[in-house]
C-alpha cells in the first residue's frame, strides 16, 4: 500500500506568472507557505520582485512576458525543470463587440490565451523529459457564462478557449506523467477587478447571482491551485475546478 497522497510541496519548484499582484501573488505565498521555491514572473519585473521579497530568501524574480516565445523559451533552458508551473496573467478589457478592433482582440486572445499555451509549451517540455510535473491554467467561469452587464466577448471566449486547452494537454501529456488542471473562479477582489469596477454600480447586480453573496479573495482561489499543484491531486488531469460561490449553478 502506498502512503497517502500529500498536499507538502517540499522540494518543489513552482513558477508563477502574473506573479506581481493579485491571485499570482496569492498563489506565489501559498505555494510557498506549503514549502515550494517560488520563481515570480511579471510582466511588470518591480512586481515581481515585490512579491518575492515578501515570501523570502529562496524565492527568485524575473520580468517575463508571457506572449513572448523567446523570453519563455530563454528562462526555461535557463531554470531547473519545473515541477509547478501556474499559468495566471491574464487581462480583461470591456468593449462591445461591434465596437472592438482587431487589435484590442488579438491582445486579449494573445495574452490570455496564446499566453497560457506558449507558457505550457516553453516549461511543459522540460517536465515532459522528465516525465512529472503539474500544471494549473487560470481559467474563469467567464469560460462557461457569460458576465453581465459589462461586454467582455474577447475575455469570455479566451477563458472558454484556456479551459478546452487545459483538457488537450491534460490528454496529450498524461501518459508522460504531466498534470494539467485549470481553476474557474468567480469575482476576485484585485486590481483587475477594482479597475473593471471603477464605478461600484455592477457589484451589487453581480452578489444578487451569487448563491454566497459575495466576491472572492485571492487566497481562496490560491488554496486550489496550491491543492492541485500538490500530490493530494494525483488523480486529476484536465478537470477545471470551480471556485465561484456557487455563480455557476444558476
Ligand atoms: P491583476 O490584473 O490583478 O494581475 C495580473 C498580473 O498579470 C499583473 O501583475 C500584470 O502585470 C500581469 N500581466 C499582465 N499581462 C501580462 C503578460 N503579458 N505577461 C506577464 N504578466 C502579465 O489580475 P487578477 O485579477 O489577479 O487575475 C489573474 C488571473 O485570474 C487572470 O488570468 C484573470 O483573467 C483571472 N481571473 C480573475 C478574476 C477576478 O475577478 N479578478 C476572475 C476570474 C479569473
Keep these: 500500500m502506498q502512503s497517502p497522497a500529500s498536499s507538502d510541496l517540499q522540494n518543489r519548484l513552482a513558477l508563477v506568472t502574473g506573479a506581481g499582484q493579485g491571485i499570482g501573488a496569492a498563489c506565489a505565498a501559498a505555494l510557498s507557505r506549503q514549502g515550494a521555491r517560488v520563481i515570480c514572473t511579471d510582466l511588470d519585473g518591480q512586481r515581481a520582485c515585490n512579491t518575492a521579497l515578501r515570501l523570502g530568501a529562496s524565492a527568485q524574480a524575473f520580468t ?96 472558454a478557449a484556456v479551459h478546452h486547452l487545459t483538457r488537450s494537454l491534460a490528454v496529450e501529456w498524461a501518459a508522460r506523467g504531466v498534470r494539467v488542471n485549470a481553476v474557474a473562479p468567480t469575482y476576485i477582489v484585485t486590481p483587475l477587478l477594482q479597475e473593471l ?38 488523480l486529476m488531469t484536465g478537470a477545471i475546478v470551480n471556485a465561484d460561490g456557487g455563480y455557476t449553478c444558476l
Excluded at 135 to 158: E, F, T
Excluded at 219 to 233: H, N
Design 64 to 159: 517575463l512576458d508571457v506572449t513572448d516565445s523567446a523570453a519563455l523559451h530563454a528562462l526555461a533552458a535557463r531554470l531547473p525543470p519545473l515541477d509547478i508551473l501556474v499559468c495566471n496573467a491574464g487581462i480583461v478589457r470591456n468593449t462591445p463587440a461591434e465596437e472592438m478592433s482587431d487589435e484590442e482582440w488579438d491582445t486579449v486572445l494573445g495574452v490570455n490565451l496564446g499566453g497560457v499555451f506558449k507558457t505550457c509549451r516553453a516549461f511543459g517540455r522540460r517536465m515532459l523529459e522528465r516525465g512529472r510535473g503539474s500544471i494549473v491554467n487560470i481559467g474563469s467561469m467567464s469560460g462557461m457564462i457569460v458576465n453581465v452587464p459589462q461586454p467582455q466577448c474577447h475575455y469570455n471566449a479566451s477563458k
Design 197 to 234: 469596477e471603477k464605478e461600484q454600480t455592477q457589484m451589487a447586480r453581480w452578489m444578487t447571482m451569487t448563491p454566497q453573496g459575495r466576491m472572492g479573495r485571492p487566497e481562496e482561489i490560491a488554496e486550489v491551485v496550491a491543492f492541485l499543484a500538490s500530490d493530494a491531486a494525483s
